[in-house]
Every structure is written in structure tokens, then in C-alpha cells.
């Protein structure tokens, strides 16, 4: 057992810190929280080698960091704060000569890459289960967290002349910004504040396709004006090598985790007028109306096919 | 996207009931739970095809079933109630043509294989993230739940002196009955409630590598009776076919699921005496000493070895 799990079980209870959320960390058979007065928010999201990362290009630690950057990004999208995360690993088994360091090296990488963004967003890993096969590296980590402010920020509320809004810049994500987004926890928790969200969701399957979640959910529609989507220069780059238009990557790339939301115009007014959140500028994009889903461009008005990144069954 | 995740994820939709422990269920960036008085428990457990379960031989519906009773088995380890399960999925791609029928049959059946035992329990599952690659199929679950009477059973408490316990008859669980544990949930429970448990585990790894785990965690020992485990049919059944004893399969093979706890000799005694676990015979198989951990049979004492299977890294 010297250089098995538990010998690495033991190297991160070493790595963990006392937290005051955390009353049992690491090493039972459970991870014990203390209460907390608001209500729990829980989300999980699998990353597998070959599909939301390349590990022989880009390394155990970015898909570590990758891992915990897009679930937190669930939580933003809710307008929450994280408060615990767990995270299960199924490691690809390196040869047996080798596995001694190299095995280590890359779980070791993994939980670094991991604890790299949860410490920037003060969440603890309070557990997991660590495995290995000879598959690819499949990281799952689950998030919980609270509730902030007036309650959850759920996809379910747009309406019908309410503002749609985009958090940044969007498209081209895989030329390297997919491996480290910034989940908007702190930004998403401030709109929340400052105005009533009615619809909120993060970038994961493409602009477009993650609007339409909000629209399903809100049972309404809505019409993006071409010219308002903020398109990030990775998206002009990747055009330039694909040959489609900057704003087809914009509106279907996916992966910026961004967060999308709606608010009334009056909010809408007052978020233009104010930009209140630093370091970010909110843009319009569009607006909800009854049904369907609209790309204004030229003075007319064309349907937008909502297809995003869809994992076929 | 008609034969898509979305579909999944609204037919996983249609078939969750409500719940009042689950303010929002499935289809948004998070659910959202009632928040609850007690402090919360966390476990989360991932299992592979080719390792937890040959998928091709059991089927989908079968691993999903394993995949939920041993993480609510770690629940039943801390004396706890479950209250939600997330479950994040990795399915294999199975051919285009044939995607449509079999994708969703894999899907669907793992999903049934998981609510069975999730039923069973009274935990809802209140979301997930399923995905489709080439690898093999690989599910995480993670299971919340919540201490009840006087905390949570750790793996901490053991004192020399205190007796060891065992909820059932261990051995030769890979001839079938690791795909269909039963969790002692009600059982961790009613044992808390009863005496005061100084220590409990379930066993995954094996009854002497997670008596182990115990022993660790307790900086104690503990010496077995050989003649005192309670060695299930299979062990026997098994180690006619493997040629090694059938001591070795009850104290070695693992995944049994049965717990394993320290208690006082008073509350051991209480325990013995009146039995009080309904279609369970608690059996007592050691006692707590100050270090070492030992098999004592026909009189003499041997230091025993505590492998069981463990992940190399």
C-alpha cells in the first residue's frame, strides 16, 4: 500500500486547512458540514480526456483547474456562494515502473490544479474517492452552496420585454480560454443584489443553445441583435481559420462561462447606466418576447437555430 | 437535438416526483435544498466498467444499482439519512445507427438501475450531468445527507477494550452480491440510537483493511478471533475454486457492505444479549488493543496483514 491511495488519501489531509464550514474533512467515510441557515445549493459536472480536455496537451493540473472552474460556474449561475466541494477521480494507470512517481505526479497535479481555483474562490475539498484504471482521466466533482440574497437565480422567470444580457465577451473558447474560465461567483452574487434577475444561466453549451435553456424554462422568447453580441477576439481568430463568421462562433462556441441573464428594462437601464460591476462590462444583447428565438441583423429579423454542444444518446 | 441530452434530462424530469426536502429539482444550473437543522453529510463514489462492474455482462441497469448502494452504504457508515443524490455520468457512444434506440436504452437504464435503489431509500435525485464519450461507462454519484442522534459515527473513536462487530456474514462478494448491497442505513441508525458506537465503517476494501482504516484513525489495535467471523456462503463457494482458505475471502475480498463497529463491552454485551437489529445477527469478532492488528486462532496470535484492494497510483 506505500504508494497507493491512501498513502495520497493522507497527502491531501496534510494539504487541507481547518475551515469553519468543515466540522469532519477527508478521511472518513463521509465529509461532515456544519448547518447553515440558507437553503443548499448541489451541482456536479463530469470532465472526461478527449472531450473537454486533451491531458496529453494540456496537463493534469489545467484539467484540474478546468474541473472546478465549470461547476463553480453552476453556482454563479444561481447568484450563490460555494461552500463545500468533493470531487471523484478515475486516473489512467501509467506502467508499472513508472507509477510510483508518475502515478503520483499526475494525482497530485490534478488535486493542485483543483485546490489551485477552489482556494482563489475560498471553497474547501472536503472529500472524494480516488481510483484508477486503464481508461482516460474522468475528473467529477460536485459543488454544494448557498443561496444568496433573495433566493436562487433560476432559468424559469424571463418575460416578455425583459432585457437579455451577456456578462462578456463570447466565442473561440477553444483556442484556450475553455481550460481557465473565471466562474462570475462574485459578479453573478452582485447583479443578484443590485437588481432582480428573472433568468440567469452560464455559457457551457453556447450562447444561443444556454439562452434557449432560460427560454424553454421561461416559456417565452426572444430576439439577439447581431450587431449588440459582444464577440471576443478569440472568436475573430478562430473565424479566420475555420472560414464561418465571427459571430456564428459567438453565438455557438460555447465554454465561455459567461453568465446570460434577463432583467426588466428598467434594471436593464439601470446596469447600462451604471455598469456597477468592476472589471466587467455588461452588454445588451437582445430582448424576450413572446416566442421563438430571433437574430436581428440588418433591420431583419431571421430564426436562430439554438444548437449548442449536445451530447448525443 | 431530438435524441439529445436534453430529451434525457426532460424525460428524467417527468419521472421525479416532488419532494419536500427539494425546493429545485433537475433542469437548472443547480438543485436547490430546503435547508435542514442538522449538519450535513457528503460522500461521493465513482465506479468504472472493467473495474466496479463488467458492464457487457451485468448490464446498465445492474451498474447503476451498484453505483447508488455503495455511496449510500458510506452514509449508513456515519449512522446518517441520506437526503439527495447528483449523479454524473460518462456513457460509452454506442454506433450512430444504432444511437438513437440502444444510446437511450443505456441511459435510461442505468438511470432506472439508480432510482430503484434510490426509491428503496427514500432519496430523491435531485440532478446529474450525463455525457456520452468513447471510453467505457463510468458513473459518480454523490450522496447528502444528514447526522442524526448524537452525531455523526466516525472511524475515530475505537478504544482499546471495545469489542468489534460485524452487521453480517462477509466473503466472496464478487460471485454476485457486490452488484446488490444492501446498505444498513436503518441499520447505522438504530445502532446509534442503541449504544454509543466509538467507531463504524462500512466495508468496501475488505473487513481487515477497513477495520484497519478504524485502527488508524483511532491510534488503536485490534485482535481478531478466527473461529468468530461470520464467513458467507460465497466465501466458501469461492475458496473452493481458488484454492486459498475461506478466511482469507471473509477477512480480504471487500465489497461486502456490512459495517463494521467498536462499541464498549457494556453496549457490546447489551448488543449480544438482545440482538436488536430485525433479520440481522450482530456478531462479535474481536476486541480493541493497544496496538498491532492480530488474528488469534486455535490459541496463538499471528500479526495480520491488512490488504485489501487498494488503487495503485
Known amino acids: 500500500m506505500s504508494a497507493g491511495e491512501f498513502d495520497y488519501i493522507r497527502w491531501i489531509r496534510g494539504r487541507t486547512p481547518g475551515d469553519p464550514r468543515v466540522l469532519v474533512g477527508p478521511g472518513d467515510d463521509c465529509a461532515v458540514l456544519a448547518p447553515r ?22 496537463g493534469p493540473r489545467a484539467a484540474g483547474r478546468k474541473a472546478m472552474a465549470v461547476n463553480l460556474s453552476d453556482i454563479a449561475a444561481m447568484a450563490g456562494a460555494p461552500t463545500a466541494v468533493v470531487v471523484s477521480a478515475a486516473l489512467p494507470q501509467v506502467s508499472p515502473a513508472a507509477r510510483g512517481e508518475e502515478g503520483r505526479t499526475l494525482a497530485e497535479e490534478v488535486f493542485h490544479g483543483l485546490r489551485e481555483i477552489a482556494d482563489r474562490f475560498d471553497v474547501p475539498i472536503v472529500g ?82 444556454d439562452l434557449n435553456h432560460i427560454l424553454e424554462e421561461s416559456r417565452c422568447g426572444a430576439v439577439l441583435s447581431a450587431d449588440s453580441i459582444p464577440i471576443h477576439p478569440d472568436a475573430m481568430e478562430l473565424a479566420r481559420r475555420t472560414g464561418r463568421p465571427p459571430l456564428a462562433h459567438a453565438l ?59 451530447h448525443a444518446l
Open 128 to 209: 472524494g474517492d480516488t481510483n484508477t484504471w486503464a481508461g482516460p482521466l474522468v475528473l467529477s466533482v460536485t459543488v454544494l452552496g448557498e443561496v444568496t440574497g433573495r433566493g436562487p437565480a433560476l432559468r424559469s422567470g424571463a418575460r416578455p420585454g425583459d432585457w437579455v444580457f451577456v456578462t462578456g465577451p463570447v466565442g473561440g473558447s477553444i483556442l484556450g480560454r475553455h481550460l481557465a474560465p473565471t466562474p462570475r461567483i462574485a459578479e453573478g452574487q452582485a447583479l443578484h443584489r443590485l437588481v432582480a434577475l428573472t433568468a440567469t444561466i452560464d455559457i457551457s453549451d453556447g450562447l444561443t443553445a
Open 252 to 310: 455557438g462556441d460555447g465554454e465561455d462561462f459567461e453568465l446570460v441573464f434577463t432583467v426588466s428594462p428598467a434594471d436593464g437601464a439601470k446596469l447600462l447606466r451604471e455598469q456597477p460591476i468592476a472589471g466587467l462590462r455588461l452588454v445588451k444583447i437582445g430582448e424576450c418576447v413572446a416566442s421563438g428565438l430571433w437574430l436581428e441583423e440588418g433591420g431583419s429579423r431571421q430564426p436562430l437555430d439554438p444548437a449548442g454542444w449536445v
Open 37 to 58: 441557515a440558507a437553503a443548499t445549493l448541489v451541482t456536479t459536472d463530469m470532465l472526461m480526456d478527449g472531450v473537454d480536455f486533451i491531458l496529453a496537451d494540456v
